[in-house]
């Protein structure tokens, strides 16, 4: 009785070891400075959106960026994305990032930066286009 007891628990802490060192795959949304995001969108795997208007992405942006405007149809648009790659998103000062980086969150992506307080904090003039 002594023995099966032992091995129930042994059994029981052997599971309870293996569930707390599981790695949980979740979103997670990282802000991020402009220091930060600059060696991030180097990587060839990050995926670099612009949320910002049409007018505001034609009268400048990140070089790389894809303009993918943040409105009512944003989650749709995204489909094309990998979501298993990492994505950096911007706007102009943060707010429709910070919106467009809750739904890439609830859409399954599973890394998303955020550039603190956008474009307009952007000033790597040589990395425009």
Aim: hydrophobic share 40%; aromatic share 8%; with cysteine.
């Amino acid at each position: 009785m002594k023995k099966r007891l032992l091995v129930i628990a042994t059994m029981v802490l052997a599971l309870l070891v293996f569930n707390s060192c599981a790695e949980e795959k979740t979103s997670q949304i990282q802000m991020v400075s402009k220091e930060e995001m600059k060696d991030i969108i180097k990587s060839d795997h990050t995926q670099l959106i612009d949320v910002r208007t049409i007018k505001e992405f034609e009268a400048g942006h990140i070089k790389g960026a894809q303009n993918i405007v943040y409105d009512e149809d944003f989650a749709n648009k995204i489909s094309q994305l990998d979501k298993q790659q990492p994505v950096a998103v911007y706007c102009h000062t943060g707010g429709r990032s910070a919106k467009c980086a809750t739904i890439l969150k609830e859409a399954g992506f599973e890394k998303i930066y955020d550039l603190e307080g956008g474009f307009e904090a952007w000033t790597y003039k040589d990395n425009l286009e």
